[in-house]
């Protein structure tokens, strides 16, 4: 069955691992997109789930399409293989 909490989750889980691979901290990256760091902080520990619009502007900033966020968060690839 569809879990949307547990796809957030990995969603949110993926962007900290590009995070990591680009040696920054969601704070960082969330400074660079134009998203407020109260907004990553509450994503990143659960309190809130992500809109689309916060995303894409975090996704436009890793340099990865959306839809490739969700494959990777659905099918777990390793990050490194699709980000620039």
């Known amino acids: 069955m ?5 796809e957030c989750k990995a969603m949110i889980a993926t962007i900290k691992r590009l995070c990591e ?7 960082a990256l969330a ?10 902080s ?3 520990n659960g309190k809130t789930k992500p809109q689309v619009y916060t995303i894409l502007m ?6 990865l399409p959306i839809c490739l966020i969700i494959v990777l968060c659905s099918q777990k690839f390793p990050v490194q293989e699709y980000s620039t």
């Open 31 to 40: 400074k660079e997109a134009g998203i407020s760091t109260s907004t990553i």
């Open 2 to 6: 569809y879990d949307p909490d547990e």
């Open 58 to 63: 975090l996704c436009w900033e890793c340099g």
């Open 42 to 44: 509450y994503l990143v």
């Open 21 to 27: 691979q680009k040696n920054m901290t969601p704070h």
